[in-house]
Structure formats: structure tokens, C-alpha cells
């Protein structure tokens, strides 16, 4: 069982470049969520989705775009990065059921540096 | 406003050695409290869940402790090892419907030495 799988690991962007950070869950998950998290400030809820075609802004969404097409992706998408959005960025995910006890299930991790 | 504290913000003890990590909140209604684990250069892994009515929960050598009263948990580690440093964060869950309900402390960076 996979989990949530993030992709890529590291990449250096310069400023202005346009990425994507992958996000897939093989867990049949409905709620979707990207964090990033600088030293000092802890996990800060960047954009988030409650199902395929459903998705909201975070704590700070500004910068960033994403879309839910599937259960399983979640893409993160930086149109014009900046500086400022040097980071470690997390995808994480966790069921909307009765089962749902609020235990988010994290990726590995994406290192992004923006010169 | 909803926050979660911790402290302290890092700590370096001994192999061998116990030591006690805090977290207070002010997240109402409260439904639950997670401590998770994060490994350097991983994801945050859940360690624990305290609900309202629990006082104390052990897994392993992690023992949590919630007053509920005081809006207070502890995260205590007993005879540590050189895999127990990491960064530990406490994560509330607020009682609501809606989507956007975890509020994250900063995290206690540990670090066990030989």
C-alpha cells in the first residue's frame, strides 16, 4: 500500500518558472490538503479539497492553484514562483467518513527552492 | 482565537534519558488531540489520539496525557533512543462540520545524543 506519494522529491525553480508538485492517495480518500512548512512556523494549510471537483483555500493560498479532477491527485501547481515560496511542501490526506478521527496521512515531502 | 502552543521549541537529553514535551491550546470545541512524529527529511506520522475523556495513553515508550480542564497535553518519552530524534507536533481537531478543522503547533525539534 502506497499511501500518499508525492513527487517531485527536490527541485530548484528560478524565480518566474511555472511547476507542479504531484500528489496521488491510493487510500479511496475524500479530503485532500497541501501544507508547507518553514522552520519556525510549523505546517501552514495551503489549499485543500473535500472531493473530485471540490476545493477551498487554506491558510495561505495566494500563489498557488490546484484542482481535483480524480479521488486519488491532487496537483499543486506555483504559475509564477517566487522567492518567498521556498519551502518544504506536504501533501496529506484522510477520509470524510464515519471513520474520520481528524489523522492526516502525509507524503514524503517535496524540498522546493526558488532562486 | 484557536491556537496551539508547544514548548520547548527544541531539547537535547541523553540516550538513555526521559524527558517530557508540552502542548496547550485554546481550540473550542475540541474534539481530539494528535501528537505526531516527523523524522528529519519525512512526513509527520500519527503517534497518538487523546479524546475528551482520556487522560493517559501509552504506545511503546510515548506516553500522552490531556487534561482537558486545563487544555493541556503532555507528550512523555521514557528511556530514549537515538531513533526518537525528531520533531513531535501536536495537532488539535476541532468539533465542526466543516473541512478546515486541525490546528498545528511548531513542532519540539528533540534531539537524543549518545
Known amino acids: 500500500n502506497a499511501g500518499v506519494t508525492q513527487t517531485p522529491k527536490f527541485q530548484v525553480l528560478k524565480t518566474g518558472q511555472s511547476m507542479t508538485l504531484q500528489c496521488a492517495q491510493d487510500?479511496?480518500?475524500?479530503?485532500m490538503s497541501w501544507y508547507r512548512q518553514d522552520p519556525g512556523m510549523g505546517l501552514r494549510l495551503i489549499h485543500y479539497?473535500?472531493?473530485?471537483?471540490?476545493?477551498d483555500q487554506g491558510e495561505v493560498p495566494n500563489g498557488y492553484n490546484v484542482s481535483r479532477s480524480t479521488t486519488e491527485d491532487f496537483p499543486l501547481r506555483l504559475l509564477s514562483a517566487a522567492p518567498s515560496q521556498t519551502s518544504v511542501y506536504f501533501c496529506?490526506?484522510?477520509?470524510?467518513?464515519?471513520?474520520?478521527?481528524?489523522?492526516?496521512?502525509f507524503g514524503e515531502g517535496s524540498r522546493l527552492t526558488v532562486l | 482565537k484557536n491556537q496551539v502552543e508547544q514548548s520547548p521549541q527544541s531539547l537535547i537529553i541523553l540516550e538513555g534519558k526521559n524527558c517530557t514535551l508540552q502542548?496547550?491550546?485554546?481550540?473550542?470545541?475540541?474534539?481530539?488531540l494528535r501528537w505526531y512524529k516527523q523524522d528529519t527529511g519525512r512526513g509527520p506520522v500519527s503517534l497518538t489520539i487523546?479524546?475528551?475523556?482520556?487522560n493517559t495513553k501509552s504506545n511503546g515508550r510515548y506516553t500522552a496525557t490531556l487534561d482537558a480542564d486545563t487544555k493541556q497535553s503532555s507528550l512523555h518519552i521514557t528511556a530514549s533512543q537515538l531513533s526518537d530524534s525528531a520533531s513531535y507536533i501536536c495537532?488539535?481537531?476541532?468539533?465542526?462540520?466543516?473541512?478546515?478543522?486541525?490546528?498545528f503547533g511548531t513542532g519540539t525539534r528533540l534531539t537524543v545524543i549518545p
Open positions: 496529506a490526506s484522510r477520509p470524510r467518513t464515519v471513520s474520520d478521527t481528524g489523522e492526516l496521512f
Open positions: 487510500m479511496n480518500h475524500e479530503y
Open positions: 479539497s473535500v472531493g473530485a471537483g471540490i476545493t
Open positions: 502542548c496547550n491550546y485554546t481550540v473550542s470545541p475540541f474534539s481530539n
Open positions: 487523546m479524546t475528551f475523556s482520556e
Open positions: 495537532v488539535v481537531s476541532a468539533r465542526e462540520t466543516g473541512a478546515n478543522n486541525l490546528f
